[in-house]
Nanobody, 124 residues
């Protein structure tokens, strides 16, 4: 069992930055494949970024490449999402997710555990 808690969301202006954190409970955090998803009002939850347990494999959706960076600190049981050059279209609730195994998936139903989400609002 893994319990995930996101933090770091807020209201920023376009062009500014935020760093989201996801703290995980459980001694086996380092074996989980971690990801960030987001859900804007009236839209489906979508994949943002993912990172393998070893940090050797990292994936991004095209719309955030070059602006967002996912990272993890297994010693601190935490995964991060550094978001730079934020745009109004990045406004959403951001969710941290975890799955067992090393295979990459961008589908929500492949992930076993979810946090409660943190709101990110980018004003123009």
């Amino acid at each position: 069992q893994v319990h995930l808690v996101e933090s770091g969301g807020g209201l920023v202006q376009a062009g500014e930055s935020l760093r989201l954190s996801c703290a995980a409970s459980g001694r086996t955090f380092s074996t989980y494949f971690m990801a960030w998803f987001r859900q804007a009002p009236g839209k489906e939850r979508e994949f943002v970024a993912a990172i393998s347990w070893s940090r050797a494999n990292i994936y991004y959706t095209d719309s955030v490449k070059g602006r967002f960076t996912i990272s993890r600190d297994n010693a601190k049981n935490t995964v991060y999402l550094q978001m730079n050059s934020l745009k109004p279209e990045d406004t959403a609730v951001y969710y941290c997710a975890a799955k067992l195994g090393s295979d990459y998936y961008s589908s929500t139903h492949k992930y076993d555990y979810w946090g409660q989400g943190t709101q990110v609002t980018v004003s123009s």
